[in-house]
């Protein structure tokens, strides 16, 4: 669950359970998995990201997770995954609508293709969510990594088609990340930078710049930082091109941002 530790509230929209809820087989065959769960698209997102998640660089500032309203989770989802021993993984997605007399009102599907192994990481996915008149949003998502040793490269090409970034819908643009991250003692430097190109007549680009820095306490507990600025071609009383600087839980109310703290992993 989705606790919020300063107000003791629910995230993910107050549901209880608004992370994962699943159950599931897992064999030679691969895994087979229902409940809530996270989009293709979004675990590529947050495993090519140098920011991953949460901090202020993060790449959903400006790129989808693919799910309804731009979430990176579905509900009521059937999913199969396998991986092989040669690196080959297979990742595909339904999700049932559930809206009683039409069953392709907020439904979703989607899946990813990919090679993971030693230093080299490439998976392409799509998804698709319908909005509860039927209407679909689709992405498209290539996220790539390369370990170097001494840095690791990140790269993601989105084409994006009617999927929403904190409820903004991009009816057609093309984004791009390219990010680098390098191990220094106990700890990493991170940065990147993404490119929306918004290919509609209303050309509401935006690029964001974003670094930052881990330094790792133990195998558990991380002290963070990061910065993070958004220049918009779009005014701030915008509701469909004025993107924002936010963290896990919200989209934020401005073009930058600072942030700072500890985290533990449980």
């Given at each position: 669950?989705?606790?919020l530790a300063d107000t003791g509230g629910l995230a993910q929209g107050g549901l209880a359970f608004g992370r994962q809820a699943t159950v599931g087989i897992h064999g030679n065959f691969g895994s087979i998995t ?140 093309r984004d791009m990340l390219l990010g680098i991250s390098v191990p220094y003692g106990s700890g990493k430097f991170m940065a990147s930078y993404i490119r929306k190109d918004d290919r509609t007549a209303s050309n ?63």
């Open positions: 669950m989705g606790l229902l409940g809530r769960q996270y989009t293709p698209v979004a675990l590529i997102q947050t495993e090519t990201d140098p920011f991953v998640t949460g901090l202020a660089g993060d790449s959903a500032n400006l790129i989808s997770a693919g799910g309804a309203g731009g979430n990176n989770r579905m509900d009521n989802t059937l999913r199969y995954t396998y991986k092989a021993s040669s690196g080959l993984t297979a990742d595909a997605v339904y999700g049932f609508g559930e809206v009683a007399g039409d069953s392709s009102a907020k439904r979703q599907y989607g899946g990813a293709l990919g090679y993971v192994a030693g230093p080299a990481y490439a998976k392409l996915g799509y998804h698709s969510v319908n909005d509860a008149a039927g209407k679909a949003g689709r992405l498209t998502f290539l996220g790539a990594t390369y370990d170097f040793g001494f840095a690791m490269a990140h790269f993601n090409y989105v084409v994006n088609k009617g999927s929403a970034v904190f409820g903004i819908l991009n009816q057609d643009s509401f680009d935006a690029n964001q710049w974003a670094v930052g820095y881990l330094h790792f306490l133990s195998k558990r507990t991380t002290l963070y930082t990061s910065i993070a600025r958004i220049d918009n071609n779009a005014p701030a009383t915008s509701k469909t091109g004025f993107y924002r600087v936010g963290n896990a839980t919200e989209q934020g109310l401005g073009s930058r941002a600072f942030n700072f703290g500890i985290r533990h992993a449980f």
